[in-house]
């Protein structure tokens, strides 16, 4: 039986907190293989800051070395927002059992999923310890000690919660967005 845990996201930027979630998932003895699946636009946002095969490009240069990790461009391709359940339903065609990666940020929203009550009985969750967010008994809960999210990193880039191997290209690269956006926001407010 092959059984795999699915660790979707936008990955915008990839950080140590993401490579330390993988990292733990490959310790699970119940897991053969850790399938790490970027959106092309995760499907509660409207934009992105890196485009896509940017930061599919980004996830492989860091998970190169791993063995049993394998960095999914099957969203990225569709070139749209796909849901869950669709990628789920795409990787049993392959796999016998799936373990759903989520944080616990996400456990609030959860019922939102689309087909959510469908998508819960293909999957099995492991949630990812977050902010201090008390994890249902009847999820696997994975305990991360790095407390960082991406959205906080676009907002007050930090280029010591990159991973090494791809931490100069990814700080230039939103360093550079930022200014961008500095930029457009002061030609807005004169």
Known sequence: MKTIALYGGSFDPPHIAHEAIV?????????????VMPTFLNPFKKT?????????????????????????AYE?????????????????????KVYLVI???????LHQWYA????KKLVTFIVVTRDAVKIPKNFIQLDID?????????ENFDSSKIP???RDEITQYYKEHNARQNTKHSKHTR
């Open 23 to 35: 990292k733990a998932l490959s310790k699970l003895e119940f897991i053969d293989k850790v399938v």
């Open 48 to 72: 992105f800051t890196a485009p896509a095969e940017l930061r599919l490009r980004w996830l492989k240069d860091i998970f190169a070395s791993y063995e049993d990790v394998e960095v999914s």
């Open 76 to 96: 990225v391709k569709l070139k749209r927002k796909v849901p869950t359940i669709a990628t789920v339903k795409h990787l049993l065609k392959c796999y016998d």
């Open 103 to 109: 944080g616990a940020d996400n456990l609030a929203s």
């Open 116 to 119: 959510y009550d469908e998508l």
């Open 146 to 154: 790095e407390d960082i999210s991406s959205s906080g990193l676009r």
């Open 164 to 166: 090494e191997k791809v």
